[in-house]
């Protein structure tokens, strides 16, 4: 088996829904969570088992993420596993933004390895989430109310983890 197929020579490409433009949303949202899942697998190298834990179970959300968006037909089973996630991040959120130290400047991101990588993942993720809400604003779907929960509440855990991972938020460049 090759890699290339030769079937997206011509702009178009396909999912379990059908063949269609490049430039459709769908694959715009599909290549951003590609992205998104490959800037979070660099931290597979950081020393820190709970982080490494972490991304796999985010990666884990966006390949199943992706998955549906594809046509999987387990949308109603899938926005219930993620409406769950979101109360966990919530959680997540809360307990290492205590130990962080507050925020009373704009934050140049960087520091650390993993801050550094986290600041990268967390403006991939926004940019997943302004492209859900164009892909949703087209293609109303049951389940998409839990998505975009769950990509808002993916970008405000990955900044509270970046500053976590940067000396719970001594080591920001402010």
């Known amino acids: 088996m090759t890699v290339y197929t030769k079937k997206g020579d011509t702009g178009k490409t396909g999912t379990l829904k059908g063949i269609g433009s490049k430039t459709d949303a769908v694959y715009a949202v599909l290549g951003t969570l590609d992205e998104l899942n490959a800037s979070l697998g660099v931290l597979h190298q950081s020393r820190s088992t709970l982080l490494k834990k972490q991304v796999i179970e985010i990666q884990s ?35 290492m933004d205590a130990q962080n130290k507050p925020i009373k400047n704009f934050i140049l ?39 975009l ?24 460049i402010l």
Do not use: C
């Not at 109603?76 to 959120?93: C, D, Q, S, T």
């Not at 993993?114 to 859900?132: A, D, Y």
């Not at 164009?134 to 389940?143: S, V």
């Open 61 to 95: 959300d966006l390949f199943m993420l992706g998955s549906w968006l594809a046509g999987s037909p387990k949308a109603e089973i899938f926005g219930r596993h993620l409406a769950k996630k979101v109360a966990g991040f919530e959680n997540y959120i809360d307990e």
């Open 109 to 147: 991101p960087g520091g650390s390895f993993e801050s550094g990588f986290l600041h990268i993942s967390r403006t991939v993720s926004r940019r997943l989430e302004r492209q859900l809400v164009l892909y949703f604003d087209k293609h109303k779907q049951k389940g998409s109310e839990d998505i």
């Open 149 to 172: 929960k769950y990509a808002n509440r993916l970008s405000d855990y990955l900044f509270v983890l970046a500053r976590y991972y940067n000396k719970k938020g001594r080591g920001d």
